[in-house]
């Protein structure tokens, strides 16, 4: 619900308006918007704050050649919080990780790794996204806490 004195700044692909408080959608692949919220309603006001939203998009197709959901990759990431090594548990070792990215609050990769065991240590203090890529293309997307 859109709130009065407030604009709206959305990022990101397949939006129908970057503009209004709840845009329509249509991803094909798991991607992130980020939006800006604005205070128009003081006068001479410039307050804003960022938010982001993580979309999944899973194959939802009914019928012959259905996929299992029991399928989709599985991890676990501990500690969270963390403060200095995060640790990433394959639960589906039938899975190939290829890869991890950490992005910050504003969608930006900050690191790439293809180890299971991540130092963070030198990382700032906030919110972060951990996604695992697998190398039959499918992804899994986790928030963190770095402390």
Not at 90 to 97: E, S, T
Request: proline share 3%.
């Amino acid at each position: 619900t859109a709130v009065e004195g407030m604009q709206y700044a959305w990022q990101g692909d397949s939006l129908n308006h970057t503009d209004i408080a709840q845009p329509f959608a249509s991803p094909t692949q798991t991607t992130m918007y980020v939006v800006t919220l604005t205070d128009t309603s003081i006068k001479y006001s410039c307050q804003s704050r960022e938010d982001t939203v993580w979309v999944v998009v899973k194959d939802c197709t009914v019928g012959i050649g259905q996929q299992s959901t029991s399928n989709s990759p599985q991890i676990n990431i501990y500690p969270n919080p963390v403060q200095h090594t995060l640790y990433v548990e394959l639960m589906n070792d039938r899975k190939n990780l290829q890869q991890l990215e950490i992005f910050d609050i504003s969608g930006r990769k900050i690191l790439e790794s293809t180890q299971t065991e991540i130092s963070v240590s030198h990382l700032a203090k906030g919110l972060y996204f951990v996604r695992a890529g697998f190398s039959n293309g499918e992804s899994a997307v986790r928030k963190i806490i770095i402390q």
